[in-house]
C-alpha cells in the first residue's frame, strides 16, 4: 500500500474520497435521504473496527515491551480479534 494510503500516516482522506464528506458535508449526513439505518450501523462498525485495531497493537505492544502480564494481554488480544473477525 501506498504511504498516502496508509492509515498510521496519512493525515486526510486520499482525493477520491474526499468527495464523501464535501457532497454533502458529514453535518448534513443524517438528514439525507439515504442515510438510514444500515448505513448508519457500517459507519459505526468501521469505527469499532478502527477501534479493535488500535487495542490489539496496544496489547502486542504491552507484551513486547512486558509492560502487561502475558496472561492478561493474550486474554485480551484473542478477545478483541474475536470481535474484529
Do not use: C, K, Y
Not at 50 to 64: F, N
Amino acid at each position: 500500500m501506498a504511504d498516502e494510503l496508509t492509515l498510521d500516516i496519512r493525515t486526510g482522506l486520499p482525493d477520491a474520497l474526499r468527495v464523501l464528506l464535501d457532497e454533502p458535508p458529514r453535518d448534513l449526513w443524517d438528514s439525507h435521504v439515504r442515510f438510514h439505518g444500515l448505513t448508519r450501523f457500517w459507519l459505526e462498525r468501521h469505527l469499532m473496527f478502527r477501534t479493535l485495531i488500535d487495542r490489539i497493537g496496544g496489547e502486542s505492544r504491552a507484551i513486547v515491551e512486558r509492560s502487561a502480564g502475558p496472561g492478561r494481554a493474550v486474554r485480551n488480544t484473542a478477545r478483541h480479534a474475536q470481535l474484529l473477525l
